[in-house]
Nanobody, 128 residues
């Protein structure tokens, strides 16, 4: 079984920072893309960022571009999301996800349905 576990969420004031971590274990395809998504009550799950196996290619959603940075540690099977200049609208449950196929075989790395393994999520609350 592949396990994905997020951590690092919490309560932070607007303008503050948080660093989320996602630990992957089991039969890991660590050369495949990993992504971050978030979801608020009453809203659809939305794409935040993804990173390729090399760590050289990343993509960040326009809503968080310039504020969030995604990175990866292959040796530890970890992916991180550094969140700076947080805004109240960033409040959501954040999920990490892992694909079981390479980027070239994904229709879109920004689509949640392209990912196969998911964590339980970690709550991020940004107070104004």
């Amino acid at each position: 079984q592949v396990q994905m576990v997020e951590s690092g969420g919490g309560l932070v004031q607007a303008g503050g920072s948080l660093r989320l971590s996602c630990a992957a274990s089991g039969r890991i395809f660590n050369r495949y893309p990993m992504g971050w998504f978030r979801q608020s009550p009453g809203k659809e799950r939305e794409f935040v960022a993804h990173i390729t196996w090399s760590g050289d290619s990343t993509y960040t959603a326009d809503s968080v571009k310039g504020r969030f940075t995604v990175s990866r540690d292959y040796a530890k099977n970890m992916v991180y999301l550094q969140m700076n200049s947080l805004k109240p609208e960033d409040t959501a449950v954040y999920y990490c996800a892992l694909a079981d196929r390479p980027l070239q075989r994904m229709l879109s790395p920004k689509d949640q349905y392209e990912y196969d393994y998911w964590g339980q999520g970690t709550q991020v609350t940004v107070a104004s």
